[in-house]
């Protein structure tokens, strides 16, 4: 697993533009979708290529649409004092993603209980798109609408798989996996909170399990978030971290 970093996480929207310094994601169909209109620092920039790095997203956000700011700084490295202080005093809110990984085998349980799980069909997106839809309704309205047109558009996506979880026939869970060569990747993971607490995020992850065959499972996880303590006691290991900067609204 030594060799899995943040660049092995599927990135959406589009790639604009490429040099030494960063990747710059700008992707006008997808205007209000944060990760698909970011900026990936490969090197972690000075304040003053900062401020001056806000100014041209600020231009080519506007340009399509986006209210948003958001910036990836360089894995495992920390923005320092002096940039810290200056994203405190633009109002932007830091936060910080953690990579974990596990292999099937460390990963499947012996446990069982009664759910059904199984890649959504054209007769089950709407059923995927309702449990979808409790976890968007947080982000507004615009991304509820937005986000499950993306879905219904890139149903037949062969590089992610959606998958749902039923209990008693009822829709209660989701989570897409985005399937490479060496890596499956688990995203968008969520049962409804009714039924949390029930085993049912466990079932879903045994079906990861069995169908990654030998391909290490991969997922990211924010720092600040108690499940990732639930992926560490269910044997995941920590692999790295990244800062994230976000402004959701543009001045």
Do not use: C
């Amino acid at each position: 697993m030594s060799s899995i970093a943040m660049s092995d996480i599927y990135k959406t929207g589009h790639l604009d533009f490429e040099d030494n310094k960063k990747l710059i994601y700008l992707t006008p169909s997808e205007p209000i979708v944060y990760s698909s209109n970011n900026w990936i620092y490969k090197a972690m920039p000075s304040l003053e290529q900062w401020l001056a790095d806000i100014e041209t997203q600020s231009t080519m956000h506007r340009a399509q649409g986006s209210n948003h700011l958001s910036f990836t700084f360089p894995e495992d490295e920390t923005p320092n004092e002096q940039l810290r202080k200056e994203i405190k005093n633009k109002s932007f809110e830091l936060s910080y993603l953690e990579l974990y990984a596990i292999s099937p085998a460390e990963l499947m349980s012996a446990e069982t209980i009664n759910i059904d799980v199984q890649f959504v069909t054209r007769d089950s997106i709407e059923d995927y798109l309702d449990v979808h839809q409790v976890f968007a309704e947080s982000f507004g309205n615009d991304y509820v609408q937005q986000s499950t047109e993306l879905i219904r558009h890139r149903f037949a996506d062969e590089v992610i798989q959606r998958v749902i979880a039923y209990k008693d026939k009822i829709p209660v869970g989701i989570l897409n996996l985005i399937l490479a060569e060496d890596t499956i990747e688990i995203d968008g993971f969520g049962v409804l909170p009714k039924y949390q607490r029930m085993g049912i995020g466990k079932a879903m992850q045994n079906f990861v399990a069995e169908v990654a065959n030998d391909r290490t499972i991969i997922l990211v996880a924010d720092g600040e978030d108690t499940a990732k303590d639930m992926y560490i006691k269910q044997g995941y290991v920590y692999i790295s971290y990244s800062y994230n900067v976000l402004k959701e609204q543009i001045n």
